[in-house]
């Protein structure tokens, strides 16, 4: 036995014994009145840009006039066509030249203005970094409380593949020197879009 196989074996022999989840509690909110604002301050608070459209405008002019200049627009979404679909990528590799990737949140947390997305909205995670900018439409009726509450949403305990996603990519020097769309997005801009 060498000595690779003798320390898995000894690590097999002395795990812990298998224990359920904790219960994650619930803290909903009565008011739900307050939810989309403080999402909208969390949001903005950590980097975020928050577009309200008109009711029945055209999303796609709107997307075209927030990145005037994006080449190219890829959309896994049916509300925007953009330049290119989502599903047309045969390898992640193939989004690394989308100036802006448009998806849309299965809900958003009004704790901290994050998004939810998962693998479906998303076609392949690559979609929501590897893009210079990140277009998220997400209906203002999907908000909930916190992180507590989305814990107990079954897209987030049952996708294979989920992130919270909370403004744009950045990090700071220790001079606080901050830099956008390090590591991801360079920019989120949420757009306040009902389902139909």
């Not at 390898?91 to 989308?98: L, M, Q, T």
């Not at 939810?116 to 979609?127: Q, S």
């Amino acid at each position: 036995m060498s000595s690779r196989e003798r320390i898995l074996d000894a690590v097999r022999r002395n795990l812990p014994p298998v224990a359920d989840v904790p219960a994650v509690p619930v803290f909903e909110e009565d008011d739900r009145t307050s939810l989309w604002p403080r999402f909208c301050a969390g949001l903005e608070r950590m980097g975020g840009r928050l577009v309200e459209p008109a009711t029945g405008a055209d999303l796609e002019a709107l997307c075209r006039a927030l990145f005037p200049d994006a080449a190219v627009v890829c959309s896994a979404t049916p509300e925007i066509a953009g330049t290119r679909s989502a599903a047309a990528a045969a390898r992640p590799h193939d989004y690394d030249d989308v100036d802006v990737s448009v998806v849309r949140a299965l809900f958003g947390v009004a704790e901290t203005g994050s998004v939810y997305l998962d693998e479906a909205a998303l076609v392949r995670p690559a979609l929501g970094f590897l893009a210079q900018h990140l277009i998220v439409l997400l209906d203002p009726a999907d908000v909930i409380a916190n992180i507590h509450s989305a814990c107990h949403r079954p897209e987030f305990r049952d996708a294979p593949y989920g992130v919270l996603m909370t403004g744009p990519s950045a990090t700071a020097d220790i001079e606080g020197v901050l830099i956008r769309g390090a590591q991801g997005v360079r920019s989120l801009t949420i757009i306040a879009a009902p389902r139909r």
